[in-house]
């Protein structure tokens, strides 16, 4: 989301020749594979397409970005979420799932009992960032979403961001979006933020 065209051309001429899609994978699909089953997982809210694949005899699950914040980034960026709720879900979901071994995408496979604590931290990350923005809209409303993308930064990992990063806009508008829907918060007719009591 968010990404310009000259970001997509960037990044197809860092990936070789285009691959041809043999099969779509859906919820309760199977792979079998090198004596493995792995069973697809649909679990948004990094993007709705998001899927894991888990192998239920060795209980290991590939998650691909699902597991942002995990405490093994806790200082490094606030990821890209499109579905706050949506994740939250998958995390309980995979977490749920009592893994033995736990491989993300950008970071070292997690074994044991380090498992449950990176998909604790990556659930508590969501709740630091709503917290964060619940917080800034307390201290001045309305607010419009620069600030707010500067303000999570600055409450979430403890810098300062000038420009921020279109992913940041994109996670934080998000969040927005889901406390909107919670009745915590609402958009004003100019596109501002703004707390509502209770």
Same mark, same amino acid.
């Given at each position: ?8 051309? =960037? ?31 649909? /679990?948004?809210?990094?993007?709705? /397409? ?23 980034? @806790? %200082? ?8 706050? %709720?949506? &994740?939250?879900?998958?995390? *309980? ?8 071994i736990l491989c993300k ?18 659930? &508590? ?5 709503? @917290?964060?923005?619940? *917080? ?10 620069? &600030? ?14 000038? /420009? ?6 994109? /996670?934080?508008n998000s969040f927005l ?9 609402? &958009? =004003?007719?100019?596109?501002?933020? *703004?707390?509502?009591?209770?």
């Amino acid at each position: 989301p968010g990404a310009s065209s000259k970001d997509w051309e =960037t990044f197809r001429a860092q990936q070789g020749r285009p691959l041809r899609v043999a099969r779509l994978l859906r919820e309760g699909d199977r792979i079998e594979h090198a004596g493995l089953s792995l069973q697809v997982l649909h /679990t948004p809210g990094h993007d709705r /397409t998001e899927i894991t694949l888990f192998e239920p005899r060795l209980r290991i699950a590939l998650t691909g970005d699902l597991v942002q914040g995990g405490f093994d980034s @806790a %200082a490094n960026w606030l990821g890209l979420f499109t579905d706050p %709720a949506s &994740q939250r879900r998958s995390l *309980e979901r995979v977490r749920d799932l009592d893994l033995a071994i736990l491989c993300k995408t950008h970071r070292q496979p997690r074994h044991g009992a380090d498992v449950k604590a990176d998909l604790a931290a990556a659930l &508590q990350r969501l709740d630091k960032i709503d @917290a964060a923005l619940i *917080e800034a809209l307390k201290e001045t409303s309305p607010r419009p979403l620069g &600030q707010l993308v500067r303000a999570a930064f600055r409450k979430v990992l403890s810098r300062e961001q000038e /420009t921020a990063p279109n992913y940041a806009a994109i /996670t934080v508008n998000s969040f927005l979006m889901d406390l909107a829907r919670r009745g915590r918060i609402r &958009q =004003t007719p100019d596109l501002l933020w *703004e707390r509502l009591e209770g």
